[in-house]
């Protein structure tokens, strides 16, 4: 007890130490969890579900254009068959997402209802998911083709106050409510309000090759499975099944259904209604949340330090009165025990109030649970590391003093000092790479916003058009067109971010000499719409719709690159799979129309075989009074379409989402280099207060001998400065080597630039210098009676 009383008198003596010392521990403790709760919840994703560890989804990597590109999904007939010809397969389910922008119309009741996730399954989905039903259950699933099963919010949506039950709701037919799934846990991978059974749908169904390819396919293996040679076998039959697969384009593999989430960059993902994070990032930010805590101990442990030079005598009196070290050791992490309890709760405090930002930031609600031994866990692992490592080694450096030198305050510290630089070196070290850092994802963001895409993204609203407007769409053009403030519309099978239909293609005298191509069925207006520029020939494609692509179509540069194209190029003919051959009648100057990260696909421009619904209607505007164009577009909405609400979309919002994952990276590496800064603003002031006040006596008696102030300011910083420059020159190859490898995730960058490392050292050393010399100036122009007067 009498122990404990020694340490919170301790603890209270310095407010200086005190408010330092529990800051530091304070942001450490609070940004480590956040971090480890946000890493623990993304790697707990679909764990829950029974066989989860042998349970996989079939995915290809296919060779589109000029890289290989990775889908989760497949065309039907793998899905419907793989369990039937694989003796491999003990277990196999089909799910098709039907995702709809403005919601799937579901009738009841005389009401509309839209829903926006739709999963069309086997009705083995429950022998791989184990999603929890409030009512119902998957028995009548399963015996009922006519079934559909709805989840909490979508029950109380449409039922509110009666009995889901057993009611009859229209959705591609009449279909009968069997269960209520409560609402999905936040760590699944699938998105979903409804499940239908598949096999009601037979054009979902079907077993044809090349209908859709949107189904994902999950199954479970027996035991000691070859996975590689399975997913051989299946690319040997998709091979010979389907007509445009070719040997050396596709390959299969098996994706464990724990790894789905945290595994992006697959086509249509997003599309799928898939919920995927960008693993790199989540362990970058794993790392960050590491460094800061060890940050704030080093912070501490400099801290700690300083302050107890000046408790030196006391240290050696207790030694003297027969203390052994380890009693010491012991004290120190006593001490720093009772620093990490107070820094803990404010904590958790902290954590607890910024929550709710950091979850709108994420994109889902995470939860501070106490009753979650995970939480305790972290935070008792945490409390453990930061009294160890910070009580430990304070403790283990005071206590080798000589006992008389302490006594009469002689004592050199030589070790001590040199563990306090090598600390403060490390902390510049992190803080001046993170600067840096910060500044090239910065750039690079800039770089990506500024970037000549080689179209015009700007003023272009967009609209996905209904079933209504598949036979009107020439009129509504024309009564777009007439306002002042259109330059042009166009309908297309995609906007130019979209891949909506890809194809084999090939001179067309050598038609096995093929690449895959991005085909973009369009309208004549599309290049005056998107300020697309064709650089040989002319779009002679007309609007009249006809069987087929017809005879002419254009491309784009990349597609003569890659097909090894003589000029000239017009004239010549291409195949577009089994198509009858095509004359080129123009080039195409080649554009970024989807993400930087990847490189150009080729594309072909063909005419309109057909328009359906979901396709973009893009309007070209002036600028000017956008508001007019858009109740224009809603007008003639209301005045054709009584089933959806109006929706609309602008082109430059759906590029600025294209780097949500890289602009979510610059703004936590943006807190976390401040808050880096400002731990090791925090220590490198705390340690020239308690530099200068070790010095006092000496500083006192050179100024009596007539040294200036200039001198004492020089004599104080001098060590600081060595520091930072030391540590300057440790941060730039770090993080030249890091931003190196972040580059390397666009396929279009900005460059390592020199400047950028000489600012960040200007910077560092600015901070490091206004930091150390306010405590230096005090010292400097302090009374020097005072100073010798001292102690």
Same mark, same amino acid.
């Not at 764990?47 to 060779?63: A, M, W």
């Given at each position: #007890?009498?122990?404990?009383?020694?340490?919170?008198?301790?603890?209270?003596?310095?407010?200086?130490?005190?408010?330092?010392?529990?800051?530091?521990?304070?942001?450490?403790?609070?940004?480590?969890?956040?971090?480890?709760?946000?890493?623990?919840?993304?790697?707990?994703?679909?764990?829950?579900?029974?066989?989860?560890?042998?349970?996989?989804?079939?995915?290809?990597?296919?060779?589109?254009?000029?890289?290989?590109?990775?889908?989760?999904?497949?065309?039907?007939?793998?899905?419907?068959?793989?369990?039937?010809?694989?003796?491999?397969?003990?277990?196999?389910?089909?799910?098709?997402?039907?995702?709809?922008?403005?919601?799937?119309?579901?009738?009841?009741?005389?009401?509309?209802?839209?829903?926006?996730?739709?999963?069309?399954?086997?009705?083995?989905?429950?022998?791989?998911?184990?999603?929890?039903?409030?009512?119902?259950?998957?028995?009548?699933?399963?015996?009922?083709?006519?079934?559909?099963?709805?989840?909490?919010?979508?029950?109380?949506?449409?039922?509110?106050?009666?009995?889901?039950?057993?009611?009859?709701?229209?959705?591609?037919?009449?279909?009968?409510?069997?269960?209520?799934?409560?609402? +999905?846990?936040?760590?699944?991978?699938?998105?979903?309000?409804?499940?239908?059974?598949?096999?009601?749908?037979?054009?979902?169904?079907?077993?044809?090759?090349?209908?859709?390819?949107?189904?994902?396919?999950?199954?479970?293996?027996?035991?000691?499975?070859?996975?590689?040679?399975?997913?051989?076998?299946?690319?040997?039959?998709?091979?010979?099944?389907?007509?445009?697969?070719?040997?050396? &384009?596709?390959?299969?593999?098996?994706?464990?259904?724990?790894?789905?989430?945290l595994t992006s960059g697959f086509m249509f993902e997003?599309?799928?209604?898939?919920?995927?994070?960008?693993?790199?990032?989540?362990?970058?930010?794993?790392?960050?949340?590491?460094?800061? +805590?060890?940050?704030?101990?080093?912070?501490?442990?400099?801290?700690?330090?300083?302050?107890?030079?000046?408790?030196?005598?006391?240290?050696?009196?207790?030694?003297?009165?027969?203390?052994?070290?380890?009693?010491?050791? #012991?004290?120190?992490?006593?001490?720093?025990?009772?620093?990490?309890?107070?820094?803990?709760?404010?904590?958790?405090?902290?954590?607890?109030?910024?929550?709710?930002?950091?979850?709108?930031?994420?994109?889902?609600?995470?939860?501070?649970?106490?009753?979650?031994?995970?939480?305790?866990?972290? +935070?008792?692992?945490?409390?453990?590391?930061?009294?160890?490592?910070?009580?430990?080694?304070?403790?283990?450096?005071?206590?080798?003093?000589?006992?008389?030198?302490?006594?009469?305050?002689?004592?050199?510290?030589?070790?001590?000092?040199? %563990?306090?630089?090598?600390?403060?070196?490390?902390?510049?070290?992190?803080?001046?790479?993170?600067?840096?850092?910060?500044?090239?994802?910065?750039?690079?963001?800039q770089f990506i916003n500024n970037a000549d895409l080689?179209?015009?993204?700007?003023?272009?609203?967009?609209?996905?058009?209904?079933?209504?407007?598949?036979?009107?769409?020439?009129?509504?053009?024309?009564?777009?067109?007439?306002?002042?403030?259109?330059?042009?519309?166009?309908?297309?099978?995609?906007?130019?971010?979209?891949?909506?239909?890809?194809?084999?293609?090939?001179?067309?005298?050598?038609? &096995?000499?093929?690449?895959?191509?991005?085909?973009?069925?369009?309208?004549?207006?599309?290049?005056?719409?998107?300020?697309?520029?064709?650089?040989?020939?002319?779009?002679?494609?007309?609007?009249?719709?006809?069987?087929?692509?017809?005879?002419?179509?254009?491309?784009?540069?990349?597609?003569?690159?890659?097909?090894?194209?003589?000029?000239?190029?017009?004239?010549?003919?291409?195949?577009?799979?089994?198509?009858?051959?095509?004359?080129?009648?123009?080039?195409?100057?080649?554009?970024?129309?989807?993400?930087?990260?990847?490189?150009? &696909?080729?594309?072909?421009?063909?005419?309109?075989?057909?328009?359906?619904?979901?396709?973009?209607? #893009?309007?070209?505007?002036?600028?000017?009074?956008?508001?007019?164009?858009?109740?224009?577009?809603?007008?003639?909405?209301?005045?054709?379409?009584?089933?959806?609400?109006?929706?609309?979309?602008?082109?430059?919002?759906?590029?600025?989402?294209?780097?949500? &994952?890289?602009?979510?990276?610059?703004?936590?590496?943006?807190?976390? #280099?401040?808050?880096?800064?400002?731990?090791?603003?925090?220590?490198?002031?705390?340690?020239?207060?308690?530099?200068?006040?070790?010095?006092?006596?000496?500083?006192?008696?050179?100024?009596?001998?007539?040294?200036?102030?200039?001198?004492? +300011?020089?004599? %104080?910083?001098?060590?600081?400065?060595?520091?930072?420059?030391?540590?300057?020159s440790i941060a730039c190859p770090i993080a030249w080597?890091?931003?190196?490898?972040?580059?390397?995730?666009?396929?279009?960058?900005?460059?390592?630039?020199?400047?950028?490392?000489?600012?960040?050292?200007?910077?560092?050393?600015?901070?490091?210098?206004?930091?150390?010399?306010?405590?230096?100036?005090?010292?400097?122009?302090?009374?020097?009676?005072?100073?010798?007067?001292?102690?």
């Amino acid at each position: #007890m009498n122990k404990i009383k020694t340490y919170i008198r301790v603890f209270f003596r310095d407010k200086v130490s005190l408010l330092l010392g529990v800051g530091s521990l304070t942001i450490g403790i609070s940004v480590s969890l956040l971090i480890g709760l946000w890493y623990v919840n993304e790697t707990s994703y679909d764990k829950f579900h029974k066989d989860s560890d042998n349970t996989y989804r079939v995915c290809r990597k296919i060779l589109l254009g000029s890289e290989s590109k990775i889908l989760g999904s497949e065309f039907n007939p793998l899905g419907k068959n793989i369990k039937r010809l694989f003796p491999e397969v003990i277990e196999a389910v089909r799910i098709s997402p039907i995702i709809s922008e403005k919601g799937e119309l579901v009738k009841y009741g005389g009401k509309k209802h839209f829903l926006k996730y739709i999963n069309v399954v086997d009705t083995s989905f429950f022998n791989f998911f184990n999603y929890e039903f409030k009512e119902g259950s998957a028995h009548a699933f399963i015996q009922n083709p006519n079934s559909i099963i709805i989840d909490e919010t979508t029950a109380n949506q449409f039922f509110p106050n009666e009995n889901p039950l057993g009611r009859v709701i229209s959705y591609m037919g009449e279909r009968e409510v069997v269960g209520v799934l409560k609402n +999905l846990p936040s760590n699944t991978h699938l998105k979903f309000h409804a499940l239908i059974p598949i096999q009601s749908i037979p054009e979902i169904d079907n077993g044809k090759w090349g209908n859709r390819d949107n189904y994902m396919t999950y199954v479970k293996l027996a035991k000691d499975t070859n996975q590689a040679f399975l997913c051989e076998k299946i690319k040997q039959y998709s091979v010979t099944s389907c007509d445009f697969y070719r040997e050396g &384009d596709i390959d299969y593999f098996l994706q464990p259904l724990q790894a789905i989430h945290l595994t992006s960059g697959f086509m249509f993902e997003a599309e799928s209604g898939v919920r995927t994070t960008n693993a790199s990032m989540l362990v970058t930010f794993l790392i960050i949340g590491i460094v800061i +805590l060890l940050i704030a101990c080093v912070n501490f442990i400099n801290l700690f330090i300083s302050a107890s030079f000046l408790r030196a005598k006391a240290i050696g009196l207790k030694k003297v009165n027969g203390a052994k070290r380890l009693n010491i050791i #012991m004290d120190f992490m006593g001490e720093t025990f009772l620093y990490v309890f107070f820094s803990s709760v404010l904590a958790l405090l902290i954590i607890h109030a910024v929550l709710p930002y950091f979850s709108q930031f994420i994109g889902y609600n995470l939860l501070l649970d106490f009753s979650d031994s995970k939480l305790w866990i972290m +935070l008792l692992g945490v409390g453990l590391f930061i009294s160890i490592f910070s009580g430990a080694i304070p403790g283990l450096y005071m206590s080798g003093f000589n006992s008389l030198e302490s006594l009469k305050g002689r004592f050199k510290g030589q070790r001590i000092i040199a %563990l306090q630089k090598s600390l403060v070196i490390i902390q510049f070290t992190v803080s001046m790479a993170l600067l840096t850092g910060v500044f090239f994802i910065n750039k690079q963001i800039q770089f990506i916003n500024n970037a000549d895409l080689g179209f015009d993204k700007e003023q272009l609203v967009y609209i996905n058009i209904p079933e209504s407007y598949v036979n009107k769409i020439s009129s509504i053009q024309e009564e777009l067109e007439r306002s002042p403030f259109v330059k042009a519309t166009c309908v297309s099978n995609g906007t130019t971010l979209q891949w909506w239909q890809g194809n084999s293609i090939s001179k067309a005298e050598t038609p &096995d000499e093929q690449v895959v191509a991005e085909i973009k069925q369009m309208q004549h207006n599309y290049f005056k719409v998107y300020g697309l520029q064709v650089i040989e020939g002319e779009n002679t494609l007309s609007d009249a719709l006809g069987k087929g692509f017809g005879s002419d179509c254009l491309i784009n540069e990349k597609t003569a690159e890659l097909l090894n194209l003589e000029k000239p190029y017009i004239g010549k003919s291409i195949k577009v799979g089994f198509r009858k051959p095509m004359t080129i009648v123009g080039v195409v100057k080649d554009a970024y129309t989807k993400s930087l990260n990847q490189k150009i &696909d080729p594309q072909v421009y063909v005419r309109f075989c057909d328009i359906w619904a979901g396709m973009p209607l #893009m309007v070209k505007t002036t600028g000017r009074d956008m508001k007019v164009v858009i109740d224009i577009l809603r007008k003639q909405w209301e005045a054709n379409e009584t089933d959806y609400p109006f929706e609309y979309r602008f082109l430059d919002k759906d590029y600025e989402a294209l780097y949500k &994952d890289e602009e979510q990276s610059g703004i936590l590496a943006l807190w976390t #280099m401040g808050i880096a800064l400002f731990l090791t603003i925090a220590g490198l002031w705390g340690m020239a207060r308690y530099s200068s006040h070790r010095r006092i006596k000496e500083i006192g008696v050179r100024k009596v001998n007539g040294a200036s102030t200039l001198e004492i +300011l020089r004599l %104080l910083n001098t060590d600081f400065i060595k520091w930072v420059v030391v540590a300057f020159s440790i941060a730039c190859p770090i993080a030249w080597y890091v931003m190196d490898k972040w580059l390397q995730n666009f396929a279009y960058k900005t460059e390592l630039s020199w400047w950028i490392f000489a600012l960040s050292g200007l910077i560092g050393m600015g901070i490091a210098l206004l930091t150390v010399s306010i405590q230096s100036w005090r010292a400097a122009t302090r009374n020097p009676v005072e100073s010798l007067r001292y102690e």
